[in-house]
């Protein structure tokens, strides 16, 4: 006997249109529904059988008619199928998962369901993807256009994107690739003028969205707009507690100002924003300030050291990197670091992948369940990995992710074929084959940054073995 819900719970009146709310993102992974509520920020894994009668609900459907798929499905009776659905549902609007439902507090565990919160519920639901090669979380670049001039920014600038069909087309193939997380990033998102047409096409696929913007063009119609839309958060790029330090690094002057009223309109309408924090030599003394100001706005801090060479291969940038002195003094304090979400170290590759010898785990799993899309349509192993592995004007995403050569040779590579396999260092270091490429200029050889990030994390281990 299948059975989707132990828990009897309210009943549904049978011929009342019954649908998923609107905030919920979800895609199949293997056999079973992933779900992410935009409203409560909680992700959840349905079993088989709930997973069946999922795409139903998300186009909207009766009781009478979701007893009836039961019934023809699974061989129930009439009424095994009609109690069976009305707990399913039950349970379902308690977790606030239906249309009549959008309240924002914690969902509870309940059976037929597995689910928890936070890092290690999405974890685990990554590592399935890897297992499955599903491009689970993808990055979307769809414009090189932006109205700041950062000093940092490692993009070029005013070269032609996508148009608003190549966009939709390519997001309806990571739709049926599994694709459940998109982050719609640039240049400056916003600059687009059919920016509210792409995030409108993502949500009616039922993606989970991400949006990394500067935040200066975020109107009160736009942050309405996202709103109503599948937006888990949209990050914003802050640089100083003030005008003068934020303004100095984004070339743009009122940029501080307009930034803190967009983020305070994104705020106003519920909607999660996390403030990236890119720490430069100059604008280090703020970072306390920084942080304050983020409290204050109800945000959650994204602090990081690491500022990248440009794309075209220039490393001027380098220069506005924090200092050694700086970095430890970050890396230190754990009310800021413990918020700094960069790569995990590679000694964590044991604990999450099970390798009992750390060199046969792979350096870096981009192009396993991750990848990125340029403006252009090329593809990525991810943003900051410049090697193109496909066209999308040549070949479809399934082409590309299942059978691409370069795809293939990145995923056979193992720690132990690095030229720093040997580094005493290397259970501390969150190497990135990017930055290797990108400031060393081999993807197998070590990237000076995070060789440099290793050993102040190791100096700061082993004063704290001293007291």
């Given at each position: 006997?299948?059975?989707?819900?132990?828990?009897?719970?309210?009943?549904?009146?049978?011929?009342?249109?019954?649908?998923?709310?609107?905030?919920?993102?979800?895609?199949?992974?293997?056999?079973?529904?992933?779900?992410?509520?935009?409203?409560?920020?909680?992700?959840?894994?349905?079993?088989?059988?709930?997973?069946?009668?999922?795409?139903?609900?998300?186009?909207?459907?009766?009781?009478?008619?979701?007893?009836?798929?039961?019934?023809?499905?699974?061989?129930?009776?009439?009424?095994?199928?009609?109690?069976?659905?009305?707990?399913?549902?039950?349970?379902?609007?308690?977790?606030?998962?239906?249309?009549?439902?959008?309240?924002?507090?914690?969902?509870?565990?309940?059976?037929?369901?597995?689910?928890?919160?936070?890092?290690?519920?999405?974890?685990?639901?990554?590592?399935?993807?890897?297992?499955?090669?599903?491009?689970?979380?993808?990055?979307?670049?769809?414009?090189?256009?932006?109205?700041?001039?950062?000093?940092?920014?490692?993009?070029?600038?005013?070269?032609?994107?996508?148009?608003?069909?190549?966009?939709?087309?390519?997001?309806?193939?990571?739709?049926?690739?599994?694709?459940?997380?998109?982050?719609?990033?640039?240049?400056?998102?916003?600059?687009?003028?059919?920016?509210?047409?792409?995030?409108?096409?993502?949500?009616?696929?039922?993606?989970?969205?991400?949006?990394?913007?500067?935040?200066?063009?975020?109107?009160?119609?736009?942050?309405?707009?996202?709103?109503?839309?599948?937006?888990?958060?949209?990050?914003?790029?802050?640089?100083?507690?003030?005008?003068?330090?934020?303004?100095?690094?984004?070339?743009?002057?009122?940029?501080?100002?307009?930034?803190?009223?967009?983020?305070?309109?994104?705020?106003?309408?519920?909607?999660?924003?996390?403030?990236?924090?890119?720490?430069?030599?100059?604008?280090?003394?703020?970072?306390?300030?920084?942080?304050?100001?983020?409290?204050?706005?109800?945000?959650?801090?994204?602090?990081?050291?690491?500022?990248?060479?440009?794309?075209?291969?220039?490393?001027?940038?380098?220069?506005?990197?924090?200092?050694?002195?700086?970095?430890?003094?970050?890396?230190?304090n754990r009310e800021l670091s413990e918020t700094y979400a960069g790569r995990p170290p590679f000694e964590e590759h044991k604990l999450y992948f099970g390798f009992s010898n750390l060199l046969e785990a792979a350096p870096c799993y981009?192009?396993?369940?991750?990848?990125?899309?340029?403006?252009?349509?090329?593809?990525?192993?991810?943003?900051?990995?410049?090697?193109?592995?496909?066209?999308?004007?040549?070949?479809?995403?399934?082409?590309?992710?299942?059978?691409?050569?370069?795809?293939?040779?990145?995923?056979?590579?193992?720690?132990?074929?690095?030229?720093?396999?040997?580094?005493?260092?290397?259970?501390?270091?969150?190497?990135?084959?990017?930055?290797?490429?990108?400031?060393?200029?081999?993807?197998?050889?070590?990237?000076?940054?995070?060789?440099?990030?290793?050993?102040?994390?190791?100096?700061?281990?082993?004063?704290?073995?001293?007291?």
């Amino acid at each position: 006997m299948v059975r989707l819900i132990s828990i009897n719970r309210k009943e549904f009146c049978m011929e009342s249109l019954i649908k998923l709310n609107n905030k919920i993102g979800w895609r199949l992974i293997g056999n079973e529904i992933v779900a992410f509520n935009c409203a409560t920020q909680e992700v959840a894994v349905f079993n088989e059988t709930a997973a069946v009668l999922w795409p139903l609900l998300a186009r909207g459907i009766t009781l009478h008619d979701l007893a009836s798929e039961l019934l023809k499905k699974f061989g129930l009776s009439y009424m095994q199928a009609w109690h069976d659905s009305n707990v399913f549902l039950g349970e379902l609007a308690e977790q606030h998962y239906l249309d009549d439902e959008l309240r924002c507090i914690p969902m509870k565990t309940e059976s037929g369901v597995v689910q928890s919160d936070g890092q290690q519920a999405l974890l685990s639901i990554e590592m399935k993807a890897i297992e499955l090669l599903i491009p689970f979380a993808v990055t979307f670049e769809v414009t090189y256009s932006c109205n700041e001039n950062c000093i940092h920014c490692y993009m070029e600038h005013n070269l032609p994107s996508l148009k608003l069909h190549d966009i939709r087309h390519i997001l309806e193939q990571l739709s049926k690739a599994g694709t459940l997380f998109v982050s719609f990033t640039g240049g400056e998102f916003f600059t687009r003028p059919d920016a509210l047409s792409i995030i409108k096409y993502a949500d009616e696929l039922h993606f989970t969205i991400d949006i990394l913007s500067n935040g200066t063009l975020i109107t009160d119609d736009v942050a309405k707009e996202l709103s109503i839309r599948k937006v888990r958060r949209v990050q914003v790029s802050l640089y100083g507690a003030t005008a003068q330090t934020h303004d100095s690094v984004t070339n743009l002057s009122g940029s501080f100002n307009q930034t803190i009223v967009g983020i305070r309109r994104l705020r106003e309408c519920g909607i999660k924003v996390e403030i990236a924090y890119p720490m430069l030599q100059h604008t280090f003394h703020e970072r306390y300030r920084v942080r304050e100001l983020i409290q204050s706005l109800g945000c959650i801090m994204s602090p990081s050291p690491v500022i990248t060479p440009r794309n075209n291969g220039r490393l001027d940038t380098l220069e506005l990197r924090i200092t050694n002195e700086q970095l430890e003094d970050f890396l230190a304090n754990r009310e800021l670091s413990e918020t700094y979400a960069g790569r995990p170290p590679f000694e964590e590759h044991k604990l999450y992948f099970g390798f009992s010898n750390l060199l046969e785990a792979a350096p870096c799993y981009s192009g396993f369940n991750t990848c990125a899309i340029t403006p252009v349509g090329k593809v990525l192993p991810c943003n900051q990995f410049l090697v193109e592995v496909g066209d999308l004007h040549k070949q479809t995403f399934k082409q590309i992710w299942r059978n691409s050569s370069q795809l293939q040779f990145l995923r056979n590579i193992k720690i132990s074929n690095l030229s720093c396999a040997t580094c005493s260092l290397l259970h501390l270091c969150a190497r990135c084959p990017g930055l290797a490429l990108l400031e060393g200029g081999s993807m197998f050889g070590n990237s000076p940054e995070n060789c440099r990030i290793a050993q102040v994390r190791n100096k700061l281990r082993r004063k704290e073995e001293a007291i």
